[in-house]
């Protein structure tokens, strides 16, 4: 054990994965380094309501990304993926394609915030994570807010968060190829303990909600489906969204989004879209009505009610929406009739993924129990249980 790390662990209580991250990056590069921790991230309602330009409500949960970063007096950044045992390294000034997907992310960011006219000196960085990957809870962007904030960090470059998250949301669209929102980089840099938070997609204000039951968890049940028909299926949506705006814009021109129509306004001309394109719109309207009214839940700290509109939310996804599939309507069938299960739901784009329930403490076992024997029994395929709290959102740990 180095001198460093003895110092560290005597005034500094750190978790294991913190531990071996730290150790690692004195292995590889033997000397200190500072520590950035990004969560990973749940939505608990609003689905399909981003690209109408309507509300989510994400938070940061306590799966995390840890990440050690120093500069190197270098013009290279060298990187080492603890989880995939790879190392990767660019030249700052000239960063290169590189073959491991992870470390599109880092040379993405890099890359980003040079074009926003910054400078970032050469660096080493370790990292690690307990999100578990590609199972929609935002691994990719726990990773880009990690080397956002640590970049930021050794750099001061006066980024303010929202930037960041817009960075990070670049990263993705233009160095890995996919076209997501920002709710995920948002929440990941935005979020705070014991609270949801309500963001607006179109003007990316933002307000925080009080969660504060230490004794209800988040319980993420992962069908283990993969998403075949979710890219064809979320284009097919967003093409019927625009169609029923279409129609409802000749009545009312200065309506932008879906966001903008009252009920009222879609009932009086129903007839005049198809049936599927009206239930499209339905769907939508009840869903952002759902986001407002979670948050008046959460001032009463009526998580009954909360958890009612999950329910809610799940069967608009499921029968006005139809973007769930069996294995999700399973996990949720077989959630509802479990003691201490207060809402349950699909979460994500839908065709596959986990489901989020909210499950008191003390029935956590049980529920996660009969969760993986009846999802088993019926559907003949193990499901991945996650057990999470909301938690902060990402942050350079204090020494
Ligand atoms: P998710 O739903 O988890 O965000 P994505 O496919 O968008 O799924 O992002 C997953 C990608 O992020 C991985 O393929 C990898 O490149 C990167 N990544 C996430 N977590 C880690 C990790 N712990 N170690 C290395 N790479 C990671
Ligand atoms: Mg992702």
């Known amino acids: 054990m180095s001198t460093a790390e003895v110092n560290i662990s005597q005034n500094f209580k750190m978790t294991k994965l913190e531990k071996k991250i730290h150790k690692q990056f004195i292995t590889k590069f033997e000397r200190e380094s500072i520590l950035i921790q990004s969560p990973g991230r749940v939505n ?6 981003d690209y109408n330009d309507g509300f989510v409500l994400p938070a940061a949960i306590d799966k995390t990304i840890v990440l050690a970063i120093s500069p190197n007096n270098l013009t290279k950044i060298r990187a080492y993926s603890v989880d995939m045992e790879e190392s990767e390294e660019f030249e700052i000034d000239n960063l290169h394609e590189s073959n491991k997907h992870w470390a599109k992310y880092i040379k993405g960011a890099v890359s980003e915030v040079q074009k926003e006219g910054h400078h970032p000196r050469g660096f080493d960085v370790v990292f690690g994570g307990d999100i578990p990957i590609g199972a929609g809870l935002s691994s990719s962007a726990a ?6 904030v640590g970049m930021e960090e050794l750099f001061g470059f006066g980024l303010s968060r929202s930037e960041m998250a817009k960075i990070g949301q670049r990263t993705e669209h233009n160095h890995v190829g996919v076209k997501c ?12 303990e014991n609270k949801v938070l309500k963001l607006d997609c179109r003007s990316l204000d933002y307000e925080l909600f009080p969660f504060e039951r230490d004794d209800i ?3 993420l049940c992962n069908s283990k489906v993969s998403h075949n028909l979710a890219d064809s299926e979320y284009n097919v949506r967003r093409a019927q969204c625009e169609k029923g705006m279409e129609i409802l814009k000749k009545y009312k021109p200065e309506i932008q989004n879906l966001r903008d129509v009252h009920m009222e306004l879609l009932q009086v001309h129903k007839d005049e879209m198809s049936e599927v394109v009206f239930r499209r719109c339905k769907y939508v309207l009840e869903e952002n009505q759902r986001v407002h009214d979670a948050c008046n839940d959460l001032k009463k700290n009526d998580f009954e009610a909360f958890g009612k509109r999950m329910f809610q939310s799940h069967e608009g996804l ?9 294995e999700l309507d399973v996990l949720v069938d077989i959630a509802r009739d479990q003691p201490g299960l207060l809402g349950s ?16 403490e003390e029935q956590v076992d049980s529920f996660t129990e009969t969760i993986r024997k009846k999802y088993k029994d019926k559907v003949g395929k193990e499901t991945e249980i996650y057990v999470t709290q909301i938690s902060s959102g990402a942050k350079v740990l204090e020494r």
């Open 318 to 326: 499921r029968q006005d929406y139809e973007v769930s599939c069996k």
């Open 181 to 192: 929102g920002i709710m995920d980089q948002f929440i990941n840099l935005h979020g705070q």
């Open 217 to 219: 968890k988040i319980v």
């Open 44 to 49: 608990l309602i609003g689905e399909h309501t």
């Open 345 to 360: 739901r699909m979460m994500g784009g839908g065709f596959g993924g986990c489901t989020i329930n909210l499950v008191e």
């Open 143 to 148: 990773l880009e807010g990690a080397v956002l």
